[in-house]
């Protein structure tokens, strides 16, 4: 008999013993069926062991191991003991969320009638006929001196761990160097992994990958994708029939044998931080893939986050700063400049020089694009009689107005309602929507621009992904005129058409709670305003604004990233902020904030008699949005200059917690690294 030790998906940090009859040493790393409770559970076993703290006449028989899969390599165990270990999650459930949802319900993904070798042998030979009816290879663009330092550089370290900072203004041809090295790589034998932030970049990434490797085997990994999709990529890549793998966070944990090289785009983006279940960061996980595999890894931006910036300037920093400084197609980055919105009357929430610059563009026949980061006709529904706003019920937050469907939604919790004909509070039949979304633009500018063609680019409109593929297809056929959209268009888009960039509402970042509102807001800018002049065609960009001094916009105005985060670094050195300190929050919810207060004053007694010396805990607060659907929230901060005395304490720490006793309908869980307060 020998014992297997699985990992389960449960809330709790421990292992689970089995007994087992035909148990291989190969078997580790494998799935399992094994009994639990009164149901049958998939587990990963992660150790044959010779005894076991329960009685042999104790354990349970496990049942059917899953050999018809290649076992978890044992790079990819220590990758996930790395994530539980370090973000205080028990291993089952780190597991579980790494695997695709077939595998972890024990599901193995069919074969394809085509083999993978033979498609890739099928499509050399397409490839090798070129000339008339081939998929002949591309012309690959001529690198600037800049764009070829940092491949030569950066290719040197194959082969060992080295990590570079690719800070390149927008335009400056990053995807360029990245292709590059990956071309390197496969001619290695070697494969490479590229992340970026969101589902919405990796078609347009697919299409250019495909086209410059024609003959190599890609797979894609983000949630948007069909469950028997995702689980045959993880399989394919299990098996070695893969060369590169493109997709967002959770493809840091595709296994590869013969990795060579990991590409982290658009580094800084939020969207690399889990913000449910394991709370990770797949930026920084795969910084510690690429060390434990030997390997480069690049993390490329435009402004990049002020943690990565802040150890790429300092001496002995963890990353090798190199810089694109100059756009590859473009002569220069678009012009800057800030419409004082103080000195004359709007008109719908637009300047004239705005309005100005958009008429030109529709002579010339351009196109342009007004960012608001504000989907929805309205922020909100009020009456100016009695005081009523339209309030969520189950939330801290507003109900947003979409008057094209004349519905009232909450874009926390998704609760909607009809809009309703008068006041509920007091009967008031002229109740109005206030302040403006991305709808109530579009409206404006189609009364303004009748003759325009308009198109709205935001959640609600590219619900789907054939809904964004469209609607891109729209903007590069140059079929619309005045592009109204959100974030989803701030980066990772080239549009030879766009010359101009208008920003409104932006102000109100300037002076949030939160300290890194200003670095999004930066981010986002600057992202957003590269969008313009990417071609032949100049571009230029207008930030609507009551603080034009403000030394964000003016570091905006010469695209002067580094000079931005120079002050900003100097502010949080000052203020005990990140990079110079390291956090972690616990935070708890419950019916009633009451509970979840009660909850975490009890941790931080329990957490004050575990200190280290330099570690420091905060009493509890509510958290700024309290209530998220019917739940109330609460959270308390530890702290410390040291982050190894912090990860001590924290192990310490959630291994008491998980013995508290809590309310049933009371959940914690922490959050290390927390970019949301």
Request: proline residues 6%.
């Amino acid at each position: 008999m020998t014992i297997l030790r699985v990992a389960l998906d449960i809330p709790l940090p421990r292992l689970f013993d089995y007994s087992s009859d035909d148990a291989l040493p190969e078997d580790i790393g494998r799935c399992v069926r094994v009994p639990f409770g009164n149901r049958e559970k998939i587990g990963v076993i992660v150790a044959l062991v010779a005894t076991s703290e329960q009685a042999p006449d104790k354990l349970k028989l496990a049942g059917e191991i899953l050999r018809g899969l290649p076992s978890l390599p044992s790079d990819w165990l220590a990758l996930t003991e790395f994530c539980s270990c370090y973000y205080q999650r028990p291993l089952g459930e780190v597991m579980a969320m790494a695997l695709p949802p077939h595998l972890r319900r024990g599901k193995l993904p069919r074969r394809k009638a085509q083999s993978v070798a033979e498609g890739k042998k099928r499509g050399a030979a397409s490839v090798e006929l070129g000339g008339e009816g081939g998929y002949p290879l591309p012309i690959l663009p001529k690198l600037l001196p800049e764009q070829a330092r940092a491949v030569t550089e950066i290719a040197a370290s194959f082969g060992r761990y080295a990590a570079f900072l690719l800070h390149g203004i927008t335009g400056s041809g990053k995807t360029e160097v990245y292709l590059r090295l990956i071309e390197q790589t496969l001619a290695q034998g070697r494969q490479a992994l590229m992340l970026v932030p969101e589902i919405a970049l990796t078609p347009q990434l697919e299409g250019r990958v495909a086209t410059r490797f024609p003959n190599a085997r890609v797979v894609s990994a983000h949630s948007g994708m069909a469950e028997a999709a995702r689980a045959r990529g993880f399989v394919d890549a299990l098996e070695g029939q893969v060369d590169i793998v493109l997709g967002t966070r959770l493809s840091v944990f595709t296994p590869l044998s013969r990795l060579g090289l990991i590409v982290v785009d658009e580094e800084h983006d939020a969207s690399f931080k889990q913000q449910e279940g394991l709370r990770y960061s797949a930026r920084d996980v795969a910084v510690w893939r690429a060390h434990q595999c030997g390997v480069p890894i690049v993390l490329g931006s435009a402004t990049p986050s002020l943690e990565t910036f802040h150890q790429a300037r300092q001496d002995g920093g963890r990353y090798r700063l190199l810089e694109l400084s100059r756009r590859a197609v473009a002569a220069a980055p678009p012009v800057v400049r800030c419409i004082d919105t103080r000195r004359e009357k709007l008109q719908d929430g637009m300047s004239a020089a705005l309005l100005a610059a958009i008429a030109i563009r529709l002579e010339r026949g351009e196109q342009s694009l007004i960012f608001l980061n504000r989907r929805g006709y309205a922020p909100v529904l009020a009456c100016p009689a009695c005081g009523w706003i339209s309030r969520c019920r189950r939330c801290a937050a507003n109900l947003v107005v979409h008057l094209a469907d004349r519905r009232l939604r909450c874009h926390l919790c998704g609760i909607e309602e009809s809009i309703p004909k008068s006041c509920p509070g007091c009967g008031n039949l002229d109740i109005h929507p206030f302040g403006r979304g991305t709808q109530r633009l579009e409206e404006n500018f189609a009364a303004r621009f009748p003759a325009a063609r308009l198109l709205r680019v935001d959640r609600d409109s590219a619900s789907t992904p054939a809904k964004w593929q469209a609607i891109l297809e729209i903007i590069h056929g140059g079929r619309a005129d005045i592009l109204i959209g959100t974030q989803m268009l701030a980066k990772g888009h080239d549009f030879p058409l766009l010359t101009l960039v208008g920003v409104v509402g932006a102000d109100a970042a300037l002076f949030a709670a939160d300290f890194r509102a200003p670095e999004r807001l930066f981010s986002q800018l600057l992202q957003v305003g590269g969008r313009s002049g990417r071609a032949a065609l100049p571009g230029e960009v207008l930030i609507q604004t009551e603080y034009p001094a403000h030394p964000l916009y003016q570091a905006l105005l010469t695209h002067d990233y580094a000079r931005f985060a120079a002050t900003q670094l100097d502010e949080r050195r000052a203020a005990g902020f990140p990079p110079f300190t390291f956090q972690a929050l616990l935070r708890a919810e419950a019916k009633h904030l009451e509970a979840a207060i009660t909850f975490l004053k009890m941790a931080a007694e329990l957490a004050r008699t575990l200190l280290p010396e330099g570690v420091s805990i905060y009493d509890p607060v509510p958290m700024r949005l309290y209530r998220v659907m019917a739940l109330e929230r609460a959270q308390l901060l530890a702290e410390s200059t040291n982050r190894p005395a912090l990860q001590v304490f924290l192990t310490t720490w959630a291994e008491q917690l998980y013995k508290l006793k809590t309310p049933h309908d009371l959940r914690w869980h922490l959050d290390v690294d927390p970019l949301e307060f």
